[in-house]
């Protein structure tokens, strides 16, 4: 038998490249005769433009051109609408998608007015500044509660209200759970913003090449292909006459998705008129404003109980802040209504949710997607349920836990792939006991919390459970090649952003030909080298890809056994692939190389039987019937300042389920990047808006990320319960650590707190936020 | 038009004269006019790290220098480390056997960053590498393994 490289912890094909600066980023790109592009942003949050005057920013020195609305002529078009409105009875779905430059108003500060093109950047930045924008302010619409009320602008003035979407789904009937409770706990729970900061902010290169009717772009982008398609047809070029490359990229996380953001359906429109290279590169700034936002949703919501626990319904109606416009549809609000019952059997569910449009930055799945608002919203019921009845918080899970027997689950609503929310397969229960185990759940309550406290410390422990939907289709495909030099190449259509797909994808790849992951060469992101599939989002990359991966390499595997068996004249089942070559077993003298077989396979001369394929090289496909549900468990200890109300995370344990594990030490950084991220959106990270629409903290000054001293150690933990929907039994781990760490830090804090008399029921928290919280608790 | 400065500088050993902009940032004159990409540009303010070099050995940022201060001056960037991508140095040894980079964006700031600290402590606490890295983000990792990289490394002569 062959190495077996799947779950094993394999040093990274891509980390030499990264380490040295010799991977190319998109801002690395560098084109003779490249032109620089600059963008002129609303300063306003809502306002009626009356005009752009341009004259002064088209006479400075560098300047090729500037562009507005007007000029775009038919090119003018609002984006496509990403994601189409779930299959849900009598919803309401008024899409409204962003305009590549605002013409007739603005609807958020930053929004894109002008485009200036010159011969570097800084000349298109003075040039910018020379953009004089004249307009009737209008209202600002800010706060979420008061978007509907009659009294608020309206955002698109075509809608008689500021509605994106209503949607109501249930699962029996809640109102018949609420007669036979012993009690009902009811709370009005709030999310607030925060941004995904992926270090390296957005950039496009687009070269449009006149000669060769050709257009190249390299994106940022999490989904090369849909840009790809998209692109096309906005610019009336063939598919094939367009080239999408997202290279290396620093950090997605969900907003570099297939957005068609202004800057990227702009700039190869730019490139085609002016028949030169051109590059927009993201400043931090403008990341703040122009890239999309995740998060605000405000939630009353209520559990139903029996007197000993049980959890009988839960009701959640929310409203879910869209921003100024809502091209992603209701992907994260599907996700907060879909994830919020979490590990739970819970068999009467109303969620209600309405997605309203406001004068602040598009909304779109950033890491967790909007599944953290219905954990933090559930957990925060059970732990107020738990104090209520006087059963200890572990305990309160434990009893409403879905058992292992009722797998595949069903929680009867329509998911965000739009299939029924259907677990595939789950077993919590140990996933819990571990982590009270490492965590040593009862020792610490027994022993010593009541030591702590006796010496005057804040020490508290939180423990929550979450699932997270993984790994939806539609579909993606992957091509696998034995080259004549024996080494193997994989194609996908996926983008790439870190998670280490040069490496684990190799692994899958050689378990299958029987050669080391370094002999495996994996190309994403390139439409180039592959034509089909959809992207890198709501962790499906090695769910999906994976095993279009393994799907391909199988093929090649039957190709390389047949076209040996012919030619070693050996029956297929006596042979085995070893060392980069084919054998036979039991007599390893008798082998051919892959690579000398590759070039038999593709004959120079001579007659090939009829039917014959050259090459061993296959290309397919896998789409999984729906997502697959991974879960997990997360604890902490964590010690707070009582006057400073700073915080110090003593211990934090993950315990986690993602099926098959293709790379532990991957998995491992994903989690501990998850967390962190997680740590910043519960303590230290919020966009504050004022009442005008303005963001307050633009910077890495004033917002405020996770460093190497905030983020603890963080001890795993894995469970494995395998996906029986995909070969591997893989399911996707990317969102999983980010997802339940503000009911965690709830919940610790109140411990740590516990003469406070706290009720946390709002994400982000802060040193002062907290410090508020404990005076109007008093 | 702006005046022009004349500029001489070293960079990874190599010398080189340009007559630049006074408001050039020392990151783009690296990226752009010298071609090495791999120092990286993160915030434009001097946050995040990303774009840390060695100016006579101690670690600046490349985004609030102006190239012209770099006159005269002796610069080291990532691509100044290793000898080629076969034979890292070891600090890149370890934060490959540690997976101390997932998107690998940040990577060059903070090993640009760790060089002299590493050389002026080579073997620090954890509480001691945390403090100097408090000022690089990296938004991957959660930081751990970059710790643990750098308890691991042993950077010999």
């Given at each position: 038998?062959?190495?077996?490289?799947?779950?094993?912890?394999?040093?990274?094909?891509?980390?030499?490249?990264?380490?040295?600066?010799?991977?190319?980023?998109?801002?690395?790109?560098?084109?003779?005769?490249?032109?620089?592009?600059?963008?002129?942003?609303?300063?306003?949050?809502?306002?009626?433009?009356?005009?752009?005057?341009?004259?002064?920013?088209?006479?400075?020195?560098?300047?090729?051109?500037?562009?507005?609305?007007?000029?775009?002529?038919?090119?003018?078009?609002?984006?496509?609408?990403?994601?189409?409105?779930?299959?849900?009875?009598?919803?309401i779905?008024n899409?409204r998608?962003?305009?590549?430059?605002?013409?007739?108003?603005?609807?958020?500060?930053?929004?894109?007015?002008?485009?200036?093109?010159?011969?570097?950047?800084?000349?298109?930045?003075?040039?910018?500044?020379?953009?004089?924008?004249?307009?009737?302010?209008?209202?600002?619409v800010?706060?979420?509660?008061q978007a509907l009320t009659p009294a608020a602008a309206l955002v698109h003035d075509d809608l008689d209200q500021n509605l994106n979407a209503h949607?109501?789904?249930?699962?029996?009937?809640?109102?018949?759970?609420?007669?036979?409770?012993?009690?009902?706990?009811?709370?009005?729970?709030?999310?607030?913003?925060?941004?995904?900061?992926?270090?390296?902010?957005?950039?496009?290169?687009?070269?449009?090449?006149?000669?060769?009717?050709?257009?190249?772009?390299?994106?940022?982008?999490?989904?090369?292909?849909?840009?790809?398609?998209?692109?096309?047809?906005?610019?009336?070029?063939?598919?094939?006459?367009?080239?999408?490359?997202?290279?290396?990229?620093?950090?997605?996380?969900?907003?570099?998705?297939?957005?068609?953001?202004?800057?990227?359906?702009?700039?190869?429109?730019?490139?085609?008129?002016?028949?030169?290279?051109?590059?927009?590169?993201?400043?931090?700034?403008?990341?703040?404003?122009?890239?999309?936002?995740?998060?605000?949703?405000?939630?009353?919501?209520?559990?139903?109980?029996?007197?000993?626990?049980?959890?009988?319904?839960?009701?959640?109606?929310?409203?879910?802040?869209?921003?100024?416009?809502?091209?992603?549809?209701?992907?994260?609000?599907?996700?907060?209504?879909?994830?919020?019952?979490?590990?739970?059997?819970?068999?009467?569910?109303?969620?209600?949710?309405t997605s309203v449009f406001t004068?602040?930055?598009?909304?779109?799945?950033?890491?967790?997607?909007?599944?953290?608002?219905?954990?933090?919203?559930?957990?925060?019921?059970?732990?107020?349920?738990?104090?209520?009845?006087?059963?200890?918080?572990?305990?309160?899970?434990?009893?409403?836990?879905?058992?292992?027997?009722?797998?595949?689950?069903?929680?009867?609503?329509?998911?965000?792939?739009?299939?029924?929310?259907?677990?595939?397969?789950?077993?919590?229960?140990?996933?819990?006991?571990?982590?009270?185990?490492?965590?040593?759940?009862?020792?610490?309550?027994?022993?010593?919390?009541?030591?702590?406290?006796?010496?005057?410390?804040?020490?508290?422990?939180?423990?929550?459970?979450?699932?997270?939907?993984?790994?939806?289709?539609?579909?993606?495909?992957?091509?696998?090649?034995?080259?004549?030099?024996?080494?193997?190449?994989?194609?996908?259509?996926?983008?790439?952003?870190?998670?280490?797909?040069?490496?684990?994808?190799?692994?899958?790849?050689?378990?299958?030909?029987?050669?080391?992951?370094?002999?495996?060469?994996?190309?994403?992101?390139?439409?180039?080298?592959?034509?089909?599939?959809?992207?890198?989002?709501?962790?499906?990359?090695?769910?999906?890809?994976?095993?279009?991966?393994?799907?391909?390499?199988?093929?090649?595997?039957?190709?390389?056994?047949?076209?040996?068996?012919?030619?070693?004249?050996?029956?297929?089942?006596?042979?085995?692939?070893?060392?980069?070559?084919?054998?036979?077993?039991?007599?390893?003298?008798?082998?051919?190389?892959?690579?000398?077989?590759?070039?038999?396979?593709?004959?120079?001369?001579?007659?090939?039987?009829?039917?014959?394929?050259?090459?061993?090289?296959?290309?397919?496909?896998?789409?999984?019937?729906?997502?697959?549900?991974?879960?997990?468990?997360?604890?902490?200890?964590?010690?707070?300042?009582?006057?400073?109300?700073?915080?110090?995370?003593?211990?934090?344990?993950?315990?986690?389920?993602?099926?098959?594990?293709?790379?532990?030490?991957?998995?491992?950084?994903?989690?501990?990047?998850?967390?962190?991220?997680?740590?910043?959106?519960?303590?230290?990270?919020?966009?504050?808006?004022?009442?005008?629409?303005?963001?307050?903290?633009?910077?890495?000054?004033?917002?405020?990320?996770?460093?190497?001293?905030?983020?603890?150690?963080?001890?795993?933990?894995?469970?494995?319960?395998?996906?029986?929907?995909?070969?591997?039994?893989?399911?996707?781990?990317?969102?999983?650590?980010?997802?339940?760490?503000?009911?965690?830090?709830?919940?610790?804090?109140?411990?740590?707190?516990?003469?406070?008399?706290?009720?946390?029921?709002?994400?982000?928290?802060?040193?002062?936020?907290?410090?508020?919280?404990?005076?109007?608790?008093? | 038009?702006?005046?022009?400065?004349?500029?001489?500088?070293?960079?990874?050993?190599?010398?080189?004269?340009?007559?630049?902009?006074?408001?050039?940032?020392?990151?783009?004159?690296?990226?752009?006019?010298?071609?090495?990409?791999?120092?990286?540009?993160?915030?434009?303010?001097?946050?995040?790290?990303?774009?840390?070099?060695?100016?006579?050995?101690?670690?600046?940022?490349?985004?609030?220098?102006?190239?012209?201060?770099?006159?005269?001056?002796?610069?080291?960037?990532?691509?100044?480390?290793?000898?080629?991508?076969?034979?890292?140095?070891?600090?890149?040894?370890?934060?490959?056997?540690?997976?101390?980079?997932?998107?690998?964006?940040?990577?060059?700031?903070?090993?640009?960053?760790?060089?002299?600290?590493?050389?002026?402590?080579?073997?620090?606490?954890?509480?001691?590498?945390?403090?100097?890295?408090?000022?690089?983000?990296?938004?991957?990792?959660?930081?751990?393994?970059?710790?643990?990289?750098?308890?691991?490394?042993?950077?010999?002569?």
């Amino acid at each position: 038998m062959a190495t077996r490289y799947f779950g094993q912890p394999i040093k990274r094909n891509e980390d030499p490249r990264l380490l040295t600066g010799q991977a190319t980023f998109t801002d690395d790109v560098h084109l003779p005769e490249m032109l620089h592009v600059a963008f002129y942003r609303s300063p306003y949050a809502h306002a009626r433009i009356r005009a752009v005057h341009t004259e002064a920013a088209r006479a400075m020195p560098g300047v090729v051109a500037v562009y507005t609305a007007d000029d775009l002529g038919a090119y003018w078009q609002p984006g496509p609408l990403l994601v189409p409105p779930p299959p849900v009875k009598e919803i309401i779905f008024n899409p409204r998608m962003q305009v590549p430059l605002a013409r007739d108003k603005v609807r958020f500060v930053g929004e894109p007015v002008a485009v200036v093109v010159a011969e570097n950047r800084y000349l298109a930045e003075d040039a910018a500044e020379q953009i004089h924008l004249d307009v009737e302010v209008l209202p600002a619409v800010v706060d979420l509660e008061q978007a509907l009320t009659p009294a608020a602008a309206l955002v698109h003035d075509d809608l008689d209200q500021n509605l994106n979407a209503h949607v109501i789904q249930r699962k029996g009937d809640y109102t018949r759970a609420r007669q036979q409770a012993d009690i009902i706990i009811q709370r009005k729970l709030r999310y607030d913003r925060g941004t995904a900061a992926a270090l390296e902010n957005r950039g496009i290169v687009a070269h449009w090449e006149a000669r060769n009717q050709q257009m190249t772009i390299w994106d940022t982008t999490q989904a090369p292909i849909p840009i790809r398609n998209g692109l096309a047809g906005m610019l009336g070029l063939s598919e094939k006459q367009v080239r999408v490359i997202a290279p290396f990229i620093g950090g997605g996380f969900g907003p570099k998705i297939m957005m068609f953001y202004q800057e990227e359906v702009l700039l190869p429109w730019i490139s085609m008129r002016l028949n030169r290279p051109v590059k927009w590169i993201e400043d931090r700034q403008e990341n703040f404003y122009a890239t999309t936002q995740e998060r605000g949703q405000v939630h009353w919501a209520e559990m139903a109980l029996t007197r000993d626990g049980k959890i009988l319904g839960v009701k959640d109606v929310f409203l879910h802040d869209a921003g100024a416009y809502a091209p992603y549809g209701l992907t994260v609000a599907l996700n907060s209504q879909c994830t919020l019952l979490g590990q739970y059997d819970v068999a009467h569910y109303y969620s209600e949710f309405t997605s309203v449009f406001t004068t602040k930055p598009i909304v779109t799945p950033y890491r967790g997607a909007g599944r953290q608002h219905g954990v933090f919203v559930m957990e925060r019921l059970l732990d107020i349920a738990a104090k209520e009845l006087d059963i200890d918080r572990v305990e309160m899970r434990r009893r409403n836990l879905i058992p292992p027997d009722k797998f595949p689950y069903s929680n009867e609503i329509i998911y965000q792939d739009f299939a029924p929310l259907t677990y595939d397969s789950g077993n919590y229960l140990p996933a819990l006991a571990r982590a009270v185990e490492m965590i040593d759940y009862e020792r610490f309550l027994r022993e010593e919390q009541p030591r702590l406290r006796a010496a005057g410390k804040h020490v508290g422990l939180g423990i929550v459970t979450y699932v997270e939907g993984t790994g939806i289709g539609p579909y993606e495909g992957a091509k696998v090649t034995v080259e004549a030099s024996g080494r193997v190449s994989v194609a996908t259509g996926i983008g790439t952003q870190g998670q280490g797909h040069f490496t684990s994808f190799a692994q899958i790849v050689a378990d299958q030909l029987g050669v080391t992951p370094e002999q495996v060469r994996l190309v994403t992101g390139d439409t180039a080298e592959f034509y089909w599939g959809a992207g890198t989002f709501a962790s499906r990359g090695a769910v999906v890809a994976g095993n279009a991966i393994h799907a391909a390499a199988l093929a090649v595997r039957r190709k390389i056994l047949k076209k040996a068996s012919d030619e070693l004249e050996v029956d297929e089942e006596d042979l085995e692939l070893v060392d980069g070559a084919v054998r036979v077993k039991g007599s390893p003298q008798t082998a051919i190389k892959l690579g000398d077989l590759a070039v038999r396979a593709n004959p120079m001369r001579g007659a090939v039987k009829p039917g014959t394929e050259p090459g061993l090289e296959a290309t397919d496909y896998f789409g999984p019937e729906r997502g697959a549900t991974a879960s997990g468990v997360h604890a902490m200890i964590v010690e707070v300042d009582p006057e400073t109300m700073m915080i110090e995370i003593l211990r934090y344990v993950v315990v986690h389920d993602c099926g098959a594990v293709i790379n532990p030490m991957i998995l491992e950084g994903q989690i501990h990047g998850g967390v962190a991220q997680g740590i910043g959106n519960a303590f230290y990270e919020q966009l504050v808006f004022d009442e005008h629409g303005q963001l307050l903290n633009a910077s890495f000054m004033d917002y405020l990320l996770p460093t190497a001293d905030t983020v603890p150690r963080i001890e795993t933990d894995h469970v494995e319960t395998r996906s029986p929907l995909n070969p591997l039994g893989i399911k996707g781990a990317g969102e999983a650590g980010a997802i339940p760490v503000g009911p965690l830090f709830a919940q610790a804090i109140e411990d740590a707190l516990h003469d406070a008399n706290l009720e946390i029921l709002e994400i982000p928290l802060s040193p002062s936020r907290l410090y508020e919280l404990v005076a109007e608790a008093k | 038009m702006t005046e022009l400065y004349p500029v001489q500088l070293t960079v990874n050993g190599m010398a080189y004269a340009r007559t630049i902009e006074p408001r050039l940032l020392l990151s783009d004159f690296l990226r752009h006019e010298l071609g090495l990409t791999g120092t990286h540009v993160g915030c434009e303010h001097g946050s995040c790290g990303a774009c840390t070099v060695l100016m006579d050995g101690q670690a600046v940022r490349s985004c609030i220098l102006f190239a012209v201060q770099a006159d005269g001056h002796e610069i080291t960037t990532v691509e100044g480390l290793a000898a080629n991508s076969a034979r890292l140095h070891p600090l890149q040894e370890a934060f490959r056997a540690a997976h101390g980079l997932q998107c690998g964006y940040c990577t060059p700031g903070f090993l640009m960053t760790l060089i002299p600290f590493l050389e002026e402590n080579p073997t620090p606490s954890e509480a001691e590498i945390r403090d100097a890295l408090s000022g690089n983000i990296c938004r991957c990792t959660g930081y751990q393994n970059i710790v643990d990289a750098v308890l691991k490394v042993e950077i010999g002569d």
